[in-house]
């Protein structure tokens, strides 16, 4: 019993040990392949992020609770990556892709103080797709309840790695989690 005990302590250090990208990594989920249409009315697919580190999230412009306040922390979040000159994607997917055109996603952004120079906002999609990708591809829920204009979805921000693998949530609606993000993503560059 205290070689099986001793194997597997063992084992578990050398996973550890062989993690070499420094961060915390809570799961290792890859990310669905996906070609979406952009702000500007442009398709952009998963393979635009080969080789890219890049945060994932999910809003829609219609929210009336915490969308509002995960935009701001995403674009806390831009701003904090170019002052810290990392190179990371931001990506935004719309859960009410019906709704949601690139031109409302757009303006949504905009005018809360985004910019597209790194940031991707996606729709164009059905809700079905959507609904699909987020259980796939984030392990999380996406559902429009009837009689309803508002959508049950994650308020987490994801960490993707290089080779497509979201590994870490951090709170979308929490301002102090943008510095951890920043930090992660140093670790993976």
């Known amino acids: 019993m205290r070689k099986l005990a001793l194997l597997i302590m063992t084992l578990a250090l050398f996973l550890v040990a062989c993690s070499n990208s420094g961060i915390e990594e809570h799961f290792s989920i890859e990310v669905q392949d996906f070609a979406y249409t952009d702000q500007d009315g442009n398709t952009f697919k998963k393979s635009d992020l080969d080789g890219e580190v890049w945060i994932a999230s999910m809003i829609f412009t ?80 996406v559902e429009k309840p009837d009689g309803t204009d508002q959508v049950i979805h994650t308020t987490s921000f994801y960490l993707v790695n290089k080779d497509g693998y979201a590994i870490k949530g951090y709170n979308g609606t929490k301002a102090e989690e943008m510095k951890e993000i920043v930090e992660d993503v140093k670790k993976l560059n």
């Open 62 to 141: 219609n929210c009336t609770t915490v969308c509002p306040p995960m935009t701001a922390n995403k674009v806390r979040l831009q701003q904090a990556l170019k002052d810290a000159e990392v190179d990371v994607e931001l990506v935004s997917f719309s859960v009410d892709p019906t709704v949601d055109t690139p031109e409302l996603l757009t303006e949504y952004i905009t005018e809360r103080g985004g910019t597209f120079d790194n940031w991707h906002a996606l729709t164009g999609y059905s809700d079905k797709e959507i609904k699909d990708f987020a259980a796939k591809s984030f392990k999380t829920l």
